[in-house]
């Protein structure tokens, strides 16, 4: 028998379990694209209702999701006030550019937490010859920060920053429910922080498929012209949605074993020679590693780990990242962190 693979490369590696598989196996189905999805429009209002939002979209992906929120907000022009390693300038193939003809105005930030402050600083105040300030954008937890958390009292002042301004605050949480569970702050105290917010069901919460799209009436109503010329239209799409529903009534306290996983891995791997942690904690569940001591480039030990049946993400030529999710095992951390060691000697 071949021996499973360690697939730490992403929280989007997650299968669906069987008894997720036999939710979605039962589901009662509908044309969403008409509205007529009876198990969609149930996790529609349980995903509002949850975070305090009037109403939800549901789409394929967060990046679909974190487009719409753009489009919507936006004319061609203006400029969306960011960190510069947002996940939608960073991962999203330029599309902000591409579908809503906009900018970033970055901010200085460390691991993706930036306050009121430094918002202010680059915020622009309407003139004939410069962008206009459309959004402010948070990303919680921070793919690039390591998983770290937005703290809630930054956030609030952000908020505050928003609504002088009138000017939207989205929050892109495709792995809210991370931050939900590391930091006790309730989904709806989230909510309140911000006009619109997405998450991920694929991830952490171990879905197939799916994002959710938070906001007003008017807003979810513009979104959904969006999605479709966007292609993000689909039919009986209640077989993906019981997995939603599934998942947000089972999975997500389960997420504190992947931080502490997370964390295992960190200790593991803090005296491997010549890999050096690029933060200094792990809120959640990523761990980013520079391997440039090692003499070794990230894409050699990366194959040299598949070899030993584990799999991370490699950033560049000296960057790996793992992350821990639902189908990583304690033991499975504990074998990866042996295979990083044998890779690197």
């Known amino acids: 028998m071949s021996r499973r693979f360690i697939d730490m490369r992403s929280d989007t590696a997650t299968r669906p379990t069987p008894a997720m598989r036999e939710a979605m196996t039962r589901a009662e189905v509908g044309d969403d694209s008409s509205g007529e999805d009876p198990t969609v429009n149930a996790l529609l209002e349980r995903a509002a209702s949850m975070f305090g939002k009037e109403t939800a979209l549901f789409v394929p992906t967060g990046t679909q999701a974190n487009q719409i929120a753009i489009k919507v907000y936006t004319n061609p022009g203006d400029e969306?006030?960011?960190?510069?390693?947002?996940?939608?300038?960073?991962?999203?193939?330029?599309?902000?550019?591409?579908?809503?003809?906009?900018?970033?105005?970055?901010?200085?930030?460390?691991?993706?937490?930036?306050?009121?402050?430094?918002?202010?600083?680059?915020?622009?105040?309407?003139?004939?010859?410069?962008?206009?300030?459309?959004?402010?954008?948070?990303?919680?937890?921070?793919?690039?920060?390591?998983?770290?958390?937005?703290?809630?009292?930054?956030?609030?002042?952000?908020?505050?920053?928003?609504?002088?301004?009138?000017?939207?605050?989205?929050?892109?949480?495709?792995?809210?429910?991370?931050?939900?569970?590391?930091?006790?702050?309730?989904?709806?105290?989230?909510?309140?922080?911000?006009?619109?917010?997405?998450?991920?069901?694929?991830?952490?919460?171990g879905c197939p498929v799916g994002s959710l799209l938070l906001g007003p009436k008017e807003f979810i109503r513009k979104a959904w012209k969006c999605k479709k010329f966007l292609g993000g239209g689909w039919r009986q799409a209640g077989i993906l949605a019981a997995a939603g529903l599934y998942a947000l009534e089972n999975h997500v306290e389960r997420l504190a074993e992947d931080h502490e996983n997370a964390r295992r891995f960190a200790e593991l791997t803090a005296d491997v020679p010549g890999v050096r942690h690029m933060y200094e904690n792990t809120p959640t569940n990523i761990v980013f590693l520079d391997v440039s001591g090692t003499n070794l480039s990230?894409?050699?030990?990366?194959?040299?780990?598949?070899?030993?049946?584990?799999?991370?993400?490699?950033?560049?030529?000296?960057?790996?990242?793992?992350?821990?999710?639902?189908?990583?095992?304690?033991?499975?951390?504990?074998?990866?962190?042996?295979?990083?060691?044998?890779?690197?000697?």
């Open 80 to 205: 969306i006030i960011a960190d510069p390693t947002c996940h939608p300038y960073r991962s999203e193939l330029g599309a902000a550019a591409l579908i809503s003809g906009v900018q970033f105005s970055f901010v200085d930030a460390e691991r993706g937490v930036y306050s009121r402050e430094e918002a202010e600083s680059v915020h622009r105040a309407l003139a004939e010859r410069t962008p206009r300030s459309a959004i402010i954008w948070v990303e919680n937890t921070h793919n690039a920060g390591g998983g770290q958390i937005f703290p809630l009292e930054k956030l609030k002042s952000l908020r505050a920053l928003s609504l002088q301004k009138g000017i939207p605050l989205h929050i892109d949480g495709a792995r809210i429910f991370n931050a939900i569970v590391a930091s006790g702050v309730s989904p709806r105290e989230w909510g309140e922080q911000c006009d619109s917010l997405n998450f991920c069901l694929s991830k952490g919460l």
């Open 298 to 345: 990230a894409p050699e030990i990366s194959g040299r780990l598949k070899e030993r049946g584990v799999g991370f993400s490699v950033f560049g030529n000296s960057t790996i990242r793992a992350v821990t999710h639902i189908d990583v095992a304690r033991e499975d951390v504990d074998q990866a962190a042996k295979a990083l060691a044998e890779a690197v000697a």
